[in-house]
């Protein structure tokens, strides 16, 4: 199975022109195509972890075949390959579960929708773009997919494209994104620069004997501004929240799921570069931890159901970066997996809820268990999974990062890491407590949703339960042994931090009913209490409107500066050499006479002219 | 003796074309059509053959070499001769003549090439040559009663038996000075004797006989004028395969006998290069006729393919070999677009284009595409191509030209996308229909499409193949 992986990408993205040119009129056929192409990639990806556990394919073993896509000997070698190990056999696995599980769910929530093929053409192109990036194996190939997913992204968010706020939104998103993709670009080509390939292995050969850290340094922080824009890291996490506006199973897919986590994963790809620069590296931990407090901060104020989750998002993408800045790969890329399963599945509860009642402010639903029984209850247990409330998956994967923090003697990271937990905790239990329980609101008529919606939401709950067990410390060789840099390192179980993290998610949800749990005016009072760190938090401390305000003066004013140096040089040039280049056409067109003598004569003028040019230095006896 | 299963290629095309002129007399009037099949089957089943024997190599009776650079160029003129002979069959029978003849002259002019691009001896080139300069005299005035046609016929004719002139005079030159024309002997004989100013005038005259054929300037005048008179299919044959033929013949004279004065030639080639690109891009711009527009365009891109020959290494041989292949899917791409064209309207004009994306999406889309092709804008084959061009003369330290090169690229852009501004955004004129293309022709543009992107995405199988094949020219 592993000699066929390359075939993982390429059932999808056949999908997507047999949607887009054969079957768009028949829509069902067209969720057909969709729903076989990632279902045959799944069945392939479970083949692939299973030759890989069975076969002994481990990160320092791993499977690779590239055949040159353009090369020059000697000068430039650009390969087409697929690089396959644990790492890689995990996340295809991860996406091709994700993305089955939410096309199914689609079939039901795009019911009726105008661009239902559309669709699912695009989650076709999306997924196909994803697992691409999954097998790469080279920088080179990873940024081309990276560029895919992109413009994937693009097309899903902007999907309602007649709404005007939808259409902004995709342009955000990829307007920043291109920003975070040129740094990577750089970064990359200075890699290429220094040690002349783009292959990730040979690179990983390289670079440790490589002595000029300076440079390295450079390229590490250039490539580290590529996650930075695609897992959403603060300063540039600004485009995810917007990106809610595309269709709900997206949000699950794309911004939840699967796309973001790509720049994580680039950073366990490309490891060994940030792994030999301790600088780097705390940098990486820090932006992580930071947008992980930052961005929990916001989500307890919004309203909006998606806008929190999103914010959600954000926060959890932070903890797995803050785990790649303090070495602990595996750390990283185990919250990424179970992250996956549960976010996907609140999104997809979301999506569920919305679907139902055309609402996305949280304070007009209301006492939604006695209608939805499914959709709440799987959500709850989402929910306290993403608190971290054991045996959850949730639990573990957090507890690692936090352990890891903790044992590797970051003691602030730990405590960033932990309040960033009470907060989690509470932010999504207010947000169950006021949606999902307490009364109707009054001309709500909630309803379950479909079967194909409300099937994929059980089996994600089963996940977020049972997939933290693969990395739980009772279980030997697990997650750790299977996933990691270097060697694998086990890390022993710190029953001090479990308990800590257990309280303080309890506590969190404590504090939720306190304040939610039923009808009070607590909440009121002591927002107008702090209402300058209220107004400061619900306004997500005004970063949008910081870089509207850089654009607008900042950025208007030099694009009114150039546009002014445009008009009056740059035109003024190119217009001449527009000019001249085009009246040179017309000006030698007239040699062209039609007359045969003429041609005669021209051709008889160069033999002559050029007999005599060569035969110059003859006559003057220069050559022997 | 001989080991005669090497020409089987040769024997075949041959027969083909004999069998197609009998055939013609035998068929009876009303079924002439059949004799079009048989002809696109023949070069489909010789094609076939052609690629089972491309690493076939050796000598046949002392002068005609078959190695895989030749065979590279065969496979070519039979995919060339192919999509013309798809291309040919309504605008043949349109001009309702004998439609044996055009065939079997198609099929004959390959054969020419073909020994083009095999001989390893100067009179056998030669004959070559002209077999394939004569059959083609007669393919460009094909168009009875058209007074275009009929000058595009006599100024080829002409000028074609003036540069065949120049040229002879260059071989008897080369022969007087080194005492053979088998070339490889040439080459021994120049290692060891130097260059004597009979050798260099020679080379010179050789030289401007091969710079005629691929339409180098100035030596280009013929090719505008000839290329808007011949019927469409045959000026898409004329300026792709005939094109291809002069640069194996090209590389088998200059890399094989003359490597020792390599110092000598390359300036000539330069400047070539240099005023190729330059002229033909720019006077390519104010065109207003689809076939004049292409000619001037592949008189620049011949000037791209003259980079390779400038690089004077394996690398530089293996884009021209690669560059001419692709060449043949876009330049052909754009020419049965135009027949398809001409054979609904009647014209030959760009602004008659107008809105022809919304009359036939497939004859649009592969103009565009091929023109995309042709100008160089990735993902289409013909990026891949020049980025090997460019990437041979780098090698060799000529930046500025590389330079030169990619800013007429870019001015190439601009008159490609003047048919294509006239295809997507003008409007049909009034009460126009979608056009009527044939199945087999749209058969044959789809593939040609999908060569294109295809070539260009994945480009690493031909490359492998055309960088092998040019090996043969630096082998010790």
């Known amino acids: 199975m592993i000699n066929h992986a390359w075939l993982i990408p390429v059932f999808p993205a056949l999908a997507f022109p047999i949607i887009i040119f054969l079957t768009r009129r028949v829509r069902p056929l067209s969720a057909l195509v969709g729903i076989a192409a990632i279902g045959a990639s799944f069945v392939m990806a479970v083949g692939v972890l299973r030759e890989v556990l069975l076969n002994g394919v481990t990160m320092a073993h791993p499977v690779e075949y590239a055949s040159t896509w353009l090369g020059i000997p000697g000068l430039l070698k650009i390969e087409a390959g697929v690089l396959i190990d644990p790492l890689a056999a995990v996340m295809l696995l991860v996406v091709t579960l994700v993305a089955l599980l939410v096309e199914i769910y689609s079939v039901g929530y795009m019911h009726g929708d105008p661009g239902f093929s559309t669709f699912f053409g695009y989650l076709s192109l999306f997924s196909a773009s994803m697992l691409g990036l999954v097998l790469a194996n080279n920088y080179f190939m990873i940024f081309f997919f990276w560029e895919l997913v992109g413009l994937c992204s693009y097309l899903l968010i902007g999907f309602y494209y007649h709404k005007q706020s939808a259409a902004r939104a995709g342009l955000k998103a990829f307007v920043t994104n291109r920003v975070a993709d040129f740094g990577f670009m750089l970064g990359f080509f200075f890699l290429f620069a220094i040690f002349g390939t783009f292959n990730f292995r040979e690179l990983a050969a390289a670079i440790p004997s490589y002595q000029n850290t300076g440079f390295l340094a450079l390229a590490a922080a250039l490539v580290f501004i590529g996650p930075i824009g695609k897992s959403a890291q603060f300063p540039l996490h600004v485009w995810l929240p917007d990106a809610m506006e595309g269709p709900t199973p997206v949000s699950a897919l794309i911004h939840a799921a699967t796309m973001v986590a790509a720049g994580v994963y680039l950073l366990a790809r490309a490891f060994v570069l940030f792994a030999s620069l301790p600088g780097i590296m705390l940098l990486v931990a820090y932006v992580g931890g930071f947008t992980a407090l930052f961005a929990a901060t916001i989500a307890i104020t919004q309203r909006d159901i998606k806008r929190i989750l999103a914010y959600s998002t954000i926060s959890q993408l932070g903890y797995m970066v803050m785990a790649m800045g303090i070495g602990s790969m595996t750390a990283g890329m185990f919250h990424l997996m179970t992250h996956a399963f549960f976010k996907a599945l609140l999104f997809l509860g979301a999506g569920s809820v919305i679907h139902a009642l055309e609402e996305q402010d949280i304070f007009r639903m209301g006492g939604l268990y006695k209608d939805m029984k499914v959709t709440v209850s799987t959500f709850v247990i989402a929910a306290l999974a993403l608190a971290g409330v054991p045996p959850l998956a949730g639990f573990w994967s957090k507890d690692e990062i936090l352990a890891g923090a903790f044992d590797h003697g970051f003691t602030g990271l730990y405590i960033i890491g932990t309040l960033v937990a009470f907060l989690t905790a509470f932010y999504m239990f207010r947000l169950i407590f006021v949606a999902f329980f307490g009364d109707r609101r009054a001309g709500l008529h909630a309803h379950e949703s479909p079967l194909t919606m409300t099937v994929p939401l059980v089996i994600l709950a089963v996940l977020s339960v049972v997939s933290g067990f693969v990395g739980a410390p009772f279980v030997s060789h697990g997650f750790s042994s299977f996933v990691y840099y270097g060697e694998p390192h086990h890390i022993e179980p710190n029953y001090g931090v479990m308990l800590l993290s257990t309280i303080v998610a309890l506590a969190g949800i404590g504090l939720a009913w306190l304040l939610y749990g039923r009808p009070s005016d607590v909440p009121a009072r002591l927002a107008e209490r702090y209402r300058s760190i209220y107004k400061l938090l619900v306004n997500k401390y005004y970063i949008d409107e910081v870089y509207l305000w850089l654009f607008h003066r900042v950025g208007l004013g030099l694009a009114e500066a150039f546009n002014w140096h445009d008009r009056h040089v740059v035109d003024g040039v190119f217009d001449g050499v527009g000019d001249v280049t085009r009246l040179s056409g017309h000006k030698l067109r007239l040699l062209q006479t039609g007359n045969l003598q003429t041609y005669a004569l021209v051709i008889f003028t160069a033999v002559v002219i050029i007999a005599l040019w060569m035969a110059a230095p003859v006559l003057g006896g220069v050559i022997q | ?476």
């Open chain 2, 1 to 476: 003796m001989a080991n005669w299963h090497l020409l089987t290629v040769e024997i075949l095309t041959a027969a083909l074309g004999l069998g197609l002129l009998a055939l013609g007399l035998l068929v009876p009037h009303s079924d002439r059509r059949g004799i079009a099949y048989v002809a696109t089957a023949g070069l489909a089943g010789i094609l076939a053959v052609a690629i089972g024997m491309r690493e076939a190599s050796g000598v046949v009776l002392g002068g005609y070499v078959i190695d895989p650079f030749g065979t590279y160029f065969k496979i070519l003129f039979l995919v060339a001769a192919m999509l013309t002979a798809v291309c040919s069959y309504d605008y043949v029978e349109k001009m309702g003549l004998n439609q044996a003849e055009y065939y079997a002259l198609l099929i004959l002019a390959t054969l020419g090439m073909m020994i083009l691009a095999s001989s390893g001896e100067l009179v056998s080139l030669y004959t070559g040559l002209e077999l394939m300069t004569i059959t083609f005299c007669i393919l460009a005035a094909y168009h009875l009663g058209d007074a275009k046609s009929a000058e595009a016929g006599i100024k080829y004719l002409l000028l074609g038996a003036m540069s065949s002139a120049i040229f002879l005079y260059g071989l008897s030159l080369v022969y007087g000075s080194s005492g053979t024309t088998v070339i490889r002997e040439i080459g021994q004989q120049v290692a060891t004797r130097g260059a004597s100013p009979a050798l260099l005038l020679g080379t010179i005259f050789i030289l401007a006989g091969f710079a005629f054929k691929v339409t180098a300037v100035p030596f280009h005048m013929w090719s505008p004028d000839v290329y808007e008179g011949a019927p469409t299919p045959v000026t898409g044959f004329l300026s792709v395969a005939s094109k291809a033929a002069a640069f194996a013949a090209l590389v088998r004279v200059f890399f094989g006998a003359l490597p020792d004065l390599h110092n000598f030639w390359v300036q000539l080639f330069i400047a070539l290069a240099v005023l190729t690109i330059v002229l033909g891009n720019l006077v390519a711009i104010p065109q207003t006729n689809i076939k004049r527009l292409l000619a001037y365009s592949s008189i620049a891109q011949a000037g791209y393919l003259l980079l390779g020959i400038v690089s004077f290494s394996v690398l530089g041989v293996g884009a021209v070999a690669y560059y001419a292949m692709l060449y043949v899917f876009g330049n052909m791409g754009a020419f049965m677009a135009a027949t398809a064209f001409y054979n609904n309207d009647g014209s030959d004009e760009i602004k008659d284009y107008a809105g022809l994306a919304r009359r036939s999406p497939l004859v649009a889309a592969l103009m565009l595409f091929s023109l995309l092709s042709l100008a160089g804008i990735p993902p289409m084959a013909g990026f891949v191509g020049k980025f090997y061009l460019f990437m041979s003369i780098i090698s060799r330290q000529y930046i500025w030209l590389a330079i030169l090169g990619i800013l007429m690229s870019m001015v190439s852009v601009y008159y490609y996308l003047l048919v294509a501004k006239a295809m997507y955004l003008g409007n049909p004129p009034e009460g126009s229909k979608p056009l009527q293309v044939a199945p087999g022709l749209q058969v044959a543009m789809v593939v040609s499409l999908l060569i294109l992107f295809i070539l260009g995405i994945y480009p690493t199988p031909l490359t492998n193949y055309a960088m092998n094949s040019a090996v043969t020219f630096f082998m010790p």
